[in-house]
């Protein structure tokens, strides 16, 4: 089993930066897809940023040339700088470490941050 644990979030202006971080239990770290999701209130869930175990990067429209998805393996570290907040930013942020496996993959959840930007 494996936990995630996020930090990092919080209140900040728009304009300003935040970075996130979530570390991983286990050792499947350097295996695995690690990604960023958010979720506002009323709204689903959706793709901010991940990055492949070979450091293939996707990001959201709408986060492009503002957030930055990196990893430190060594650490079981995955960071998300964001730069440039906006109000519609705001959202509870959670980290996602999934596994591809040969039978059924492995998807595994933080608990969330919390991230408000104010205008």
């Known amino acids: 089993q494996v936990q995630l644990v996020e930090s990092g979030g919080g209140l900040v202006q728009a304009g300003g930066s935040l970075r996130l971080s979530c570390t991983a239990s286990?050792?499947?770290?350097?295996?695995?897809?690690m990604g960023w999701y958010r979720q506002a209130p009323g709204k689903e869930r959706e793709l901010v940023a991940r990055?492949?175990?070979?450091?293939?990067?996707n990001y959201a429209d709408s986060v492009k040339g503002r957030f930055t998805i990196s990893r430190d393996n060594a650490k079981n570290t995955v960071y998300l700088q964001m730069d440039g907040l906006k109000p519609e930013d705001t959202a509870n942020y959670y980290c996602?470490?999934?596994?591809?496996?040969?039978?059924?993959?492995?998807?595994?959840w933080g608990q969330g941050t919390r991230v408000t930007v104010s205008a």
């Open positions: 996602n470490l999934h596994r591809v496996r040969v039978t059924t993959d492995e998807d595994y």
């Open positions: 286990g050792n499947i770290f350097s295996l695995s897809t």
């Open positions: 990055m492949s175990p070979g450091r293939s990067i």
